[in-house]
């Protein structure tokens, strides 16, 4: 019986959701947006069946409906009171990320944390 490498399965993962960003990428300026959503989303179900983490796809697949996500293009994004509010415009949905601990959280009396 042969045991799998699992580590060697997740770098050719890596390859594959790298190689389906790009097509993603180049299928969105040929105005197929079509194809693009289904390379984001073959894409996010080769990283969530492997466990990959640390990938830019987290930002860039709306996990509503798993339409690839380009700045100006599929998704409108706004920096507000140190957030980046990233709205999908396919389905509507919104995911905000903290940019940076600001004053506000000095004023509740909790540390910055290193």
């Keep these: 019986m042969v045991r799998r490498n699992k580590g060697e399965e997740r770098d050719v993962a890596r390859e594959r959701v790298a190689r389906l960003v790009d097509l993603a990428q180049e299928a969105l300026r040929a105005g197929r947006r079509d194809r693009a959503d289904r390379y984001a989303q073959l894409a996010w ?7 990959l983490r640390g990938l830019a796809l987290d930002s860039r697949v709306c996990r509503g409906c798993f339409a690839f996500l380009q700045p100006g293009v599929t998704s409108r994004v706004r920096v507000r009171e140190g957030r980046r509010v990233t709205t999908c415009l396919a389905c509507g949905r919104v995911r905000r990320k903290v940019l940076s601990r600001g ?3 000095a004023a509740h009396g909790r540390p910055d944390e290193p």
Excluded: G, L
């Excluded at 179900?45 to 466990?51: A, E, G, H, M, S």
């Design 103 to 105: 004053p506000a959280s």
């Design 45 to 51: 179900r080769v990283k969530t069946r492997y466990q």
